[in-house]
Structures are given as C-alpha cells and as structure tokens.
C-alpha cells in the first residue's frame, strides 16, 4: 500500500506597505505554535518579508530589522528626492531596498533558499503578470514592491517592472503552483473605506488596493484560511509603528490557531504531528 502523502501547508503574503509587517507577527507564532511552512509566495511587503523568511532570517530578526528601517534605508527618499518627484516627476530609486535585501539574503539565489518561494511583479509595459521563481531573489522582491509613480521601475531581461499588486495581491494561485497544498492566506490590506489622503503613499497604495480589489476577492477564494490583522488606522507609510502592526499579526494568528489545527487534524492529524520540525527546515 503507497505511502500517504502528507499536504504542503504555504503562505500566501499579501501587500498593503508598512501594514505587511504584521507578516512578521504571523510568521512567529505559527512557528511557536508548530505549524509548519513549506511553501512562501508574497506580493509586495508580503514578497519583502516572504523572501527574508525563506532565506533563513529568523523573526526575531525581522523584529530587531523593522524597528531600524526607515523609507531612507530603503530608498533614496530625501527632502530633495521628494522636490524632485513633485517638481519634475523623477520617480524616487528603490536600488537601496535591493541591497538591503541582499546584504540579509547573502545574495541568494530562488534555488538556495531554504523554503520554497515565489513572488510577483507587473510588467509595466503590457500590463502581464510576471512571475519570479528563480534567479536572484534579492530584485525579484524589489520588483514586486516598487510602487508606481513614486519608485522607478525596475528594469529586469528588457522589461519594466511595477508592484506585483497590480494584477494580484495576494498570491494563494501562485503559492499553490509552487507545491502547496494547503494555503493559508494573509491579508493585509486596509478598508478601502477608511482612506485618509495623508501622504502620497498612502494614495498610491490606495489606488492600487483599489485596482486589485475585485481580484483579492477572487485569491482569497482560493485559501483554505485566512488571516487579517486588524491594523485600524495604520496606513502603508506608518513604518514607525512597527511594532504595532507585528503585534496585529500575531494577536490575529493567536486566534486562528485554534481553526488551523482543526482544519490541518480533519484526516491530518498523523502529518501534524508527524511535521513538528525546526523553522526553515526544507521538505
């Protein structure tokens, strides 16, 4: 008699800014609670985050990484960056956040991580989905969460690339078509409703959760659980409240846990047990 196969649980990180560091909250306490992770795909933040984990950066580093940030770290924003974009409409460069990553990931390449990852981006120029599961991961992320209009894109194999939330923001097709069987998803995005003009991040952001609201539906459809921290007012700029949002994260995976069991025990609870390994561990 063959040997059962026990399902591939995956991530699917959506993005939504500095909101998508409740990522991190999420990571962490489905590694305390021994859920196990064996297939990451993100979308903007989500493909930021999602790559750093799979590349083998604990979330206690991520915490001690987010606390530190700042959107000059990550671009070259500038009081003169800034005149610049709004004067003459020179996109900030978003070349900083690519070795930042690179500087964490040791220039890993898709193939080396230590989790299975993919992540998206849109080709600005035809509108295509673009999707990266090999090569160096590093630009792949940077890709995926340049913001249009204010970040250049990244030019990539003749191609111009944009936020991958364009054209779909949170990945449960893509995770899927890297080997997982069982998708849990995390939606970061704010209540469109809620929207507040403060900055003009926050409306791009805006502009693009509204783009891919329809299609967020859809993904979310796919996922056989979903997460969504309740991030209230925190907008996809706030990356100085942190702290805030990885505490969401992980408040509103605390109590999910008690249905992601159940739903991982109905025929699986052999492989649940069975799947109590170390974080990072490769299947």
């Avoid at 509204?210 to 539906?217: A, F, G, N, V």
Wanted: charged residues 25%.
């Amino acid at each position: 008699m063959p040997e059962k196969q026990e399902p591939r649980i995956g991530l699917a990180l959506g993005g939504g800014g500095a909101r998508g560091l409740a990522h991190i909250g999420v990571l962490k306490v489905l590694e305390e609670e021994g859920v196990p992770i064996h297939r990451i795909a993100g979308t903007s933040v989500g493909a930021l985050i999602g790559a750093l984990y799979a590349g083998g950066v604990s979330t206690t580093e991520m915490e001690e990484m987010s606390s530190e940030i700042g959107w000059s770290s990550l671009t070259n924003y500038s009081r003169l960056a800034m005149v610049r974009l709004v004067l003459i409409e020179q996109p900030l460069s978003s070349k900083n956040m690519e070795v930042y990553l690179e500087k964490h990931l040791q220039g890993k390449r898709f193939d080396e991580l230590k989790i299975p990852f993919a992540c998206e981006a849109t080709d600005l120029q035809t509108g295509e989905r673009v999707v990266f599961k090999e090569g160096p991961v590093a630009l792949a992320a940077r890709a995926s969460a340049t913001i249009p209009g204010l970040f250049e894109p990244v030019v990539f194999r003749h191609r111009y690339l944009v936020d991958g939330g364009l054209v779909g923001n949170i990945p449960t097709d893509l995770v899927s078509l890297i080997g997982a069987d069982v998708i849990i998803a995390v939606n970061v995005t704010s209540d469109l409703s809620r929207f507040e003009p403060k900055n003009i991040i926050a409306t791009l952001n805006q502009a693009i959760s509204i783009q891919s609201e329809s299609k967020s539906q859809e993904e979310l459809s796919r996922a056989h659980f979903v997460i969504r921290p309740q991030l209230g007012d925190i907008t996809a700029m706030d990356l100085a409240r942190s702290a805030e949002c990885i505490d969401a994260g992980s408040l509103a995976t605390r109590r999910a846990i008690p249905g992601i069991k159940r739903l991982l025990m109905d025929g699986h609870l052999e492989t649940l047990l069975r799947y109590q390994r170390k974080p990072h561990e490769k299947v």
